[in-house]
């Protein structure tokens, strides 16, 4: 949640952000929003699909968002995408949200950086996979070192390139 005068310069969609720019926003978002971070296992994407852990984490986070800040009065969930998940609250979703709303670009912003820094201690963990190069994301790199390594502990086993290996 952004308040009114946050003087927050510079936010965008992540994914048009350079590392350096998501870092030094990502302080500042913290420092001056309302907040907080969700986050689902691979397991559970696994196991539910990836659907409904979008779902799932949004609901964390929002439920998260009130138990952290209970004086927060929030009347509208923006959410970028055009998925209709249904919640007991107004939810509006914006193609290409993160680009055009703040708030919705600050929340990109916090994403991105958290699991990008989860996936360098992933790539402590897992060094063979390069975790630092692509991020998990379903790169050309990333296939390749699965096809090379096999997966690991942490790779999805819904991904379809694991899933390939494992049947």
């Given at each position: 949640v952004l308040p009114k005068r946050h003087g927050i310069k510079g936010i965008d969609d992540s994914k048009k952000l350079t590392s350096r720019q998501r870092d030094r926003l990502y302080d500042e978002i913290k420092?001056?929003?309302?907040?907080?971070?969700?986050?689902c296992s691979h397991k559970y994407i696994d196991k539910h699909g990836l659907r409904k852990a979008c779902r799932e984490v949004f609901k964390k986070a929002y439920k998260g968002l009130l138990k952290k800040y209970p004086?927060?009065?929030v009347q509208e969930l923006l959410i970028d995408g055009r998925d209709n998940f249904k919640f007991d609250m107004k939810a509006t979703y914006i193609i290409g949200g993160?680009?055009?709303?703040p708030a919705i670009g600050a929340g990109s912003i916090l994403a991105k950086v958290a699991r990008d820094r989860y996936m360098a201690?992933?790539?402590e963990k897992y060094p063979l996979y390069e975790?630092?190069?692509h991020k998990g994301y379903g790169t050309r790199l990333h296939r390749d070192l699965i096809q090379k390594n096999g997966p690991c502990e942490i790779h999805r086993k819904s991904f379809a390139p694991v899933k390939d290996m494992v049947e």
């Open positions: 420092e001056k929003t309302y907040f907080h971070i969700a986050k004086e927060l009065q993160d680009g055009t709303i201690r992933m790539h975790f630092l190069q």
